[in-house]
């Protein structure tokens, strides 16, 4: 459809995972049944890359746990799609960082849920040493490597003592995103709520980070900082609205298509690719009507009373909904009056 170019996608290829963090929001674990077979995985390579689309990060579950990775990172990669995994980092081995190298993955993505023992705590014993492990041989193997944080009340207090750790990591990147109350985070035990003002802050102190840190879609919006917080340290890099259905979605791993793979919700269901093709999908005339549909009309709360309303847009539609169902208004906005001076 002419104005909606799909970008990017993040596709979850299993539900199997090592662990059953509980704060995980697909409840990983074990597989979905009758998940997508390689050759419908193949398939949807190529429908992806058929739509334009330039980048796909590749989750789960946990990605290596699939035993045909490596043939739907090729098939993407040879379509020209620049190909990211986000992983655990357990079950890491020679085999599987040479096989990323040999076929030019972009970048690797490690979860690191905070210091050792609140990280073993969400997962098991020893898992953080070798995510620690996976971090090093990835920096010694060339890979580009991330690290991907999840805040919420019990690890949000520690995050300086995780950036004193992976400061000597060698990474590229390091973002950190809001706990998101759904999946195994709803009702289980895990308080999502911290401030937002206080992780700002504390990106704004490690201004001289030897890596690019930011903050996820879901933490913000427009403080006096904003320019600053998005991983480009330019002072223009702004938080432009939930791109879910404009210019990215999620596909989970039996084919159901969503604006965004953290709108884990079936509510969010746009169609699914075995009755579907990727393309109808994207082009339905009533599909993400939550955002190609979104005025400042919509807006509520407090939102729909800021100047800056409608280049946020609300904030994070997922993060709103599963906090407290409202898609147009952002619970825990970080702005401050002083911000209506700087934009």
């Known amino acids: 459809m002419d104005g909606y170019l799909l970008r990017s996608c993040v596709w979850e290829i299993t539900l199997k995972c090592c662990f059953s963090c509980k704060y995980c929001g697909s409840m990983a674990g074990k597989a979905r049944e009758n998940e997508l077979n390689t050759e419908e995985c193949l398939s949807v390579a190529d429908q992806l890359a058929a739509l334009g689309c330039e980048r796909v990060s590749l989750i789960g579950g946990e990605v290596f746990m699939r035993p045909d990775w490596a043939k739907i990172v090729e098939r993407l990669i040879k379509n020209g799609i620049s190909t ?111 401030d937002f003002g206080a992780v700002i802050d504390f990106i704004m102190r490690h201004s001289d980070a030897p890596f690019a840190l930011g903050i996820a879609d879901n933490i913000g919006y427009f403080t006096e900082k904003e320019g600053f917080l998005r991983g480009i340290r330019d002072g223009k890099t702004v938080f432009s609205g939930c791109g879910a259905g404009l210019s990215a979605i999620g596909i989970d791993s039996v084919g159901n298509v969503r604006g965004c793979e953290s709108m884990y919700d079936e509510a969010f269901n746009e169609g699914n690719l075995r009755e579907r093709s990727l393309s109808e999908i994207w082009s339905d005339p009533g599909a993400f009507a939550y955002n190609r549909g979104f005025s400042t009309a919509l807006l509520t709360g407090k939102c729909a009373e800021c100047a800056l309303g409608k280049y946020c847009a609300g904030g994070c539609r997922s993060y709103n909904h599963f906090v407290h169902g409202k898609l147009y208004e952002s619970p825990y906005c970080a702005r401050v009056k002083e911000a209506d001076k700087a934009f």
């Open 84 to 194: 990211a995994i986000i992983t655990n980092g357990f079950l890491f081995d020679k085999s599987i960082l040479d096989t990323l190298k040999t076929l030019g993955v972009e970048s690797v993505a490690v979860s690191v849920d905070g210091i050792e023992p609140l990280h073993d705590a969400y997962r098991q014993k020893g898992s953080f040493r070798r995510a620690m492990s996976a971090i090093d041989a990835l920096k010694a193997s060339g890979t580009p490597v991330s690290v991907i944080t999840t805040l919420n009340a019990e690890n949000a207090p520690f995050i300086e003592e995780l950036y004193d750790i992976l400061k000597n990591k060698g990474i590229d990147a390091w973002q950190i995103q809001a706990c998101s109350p759904m999946g195994n985070a709803h009702g289980g035990g895990i308080d999502h709520r911290f």
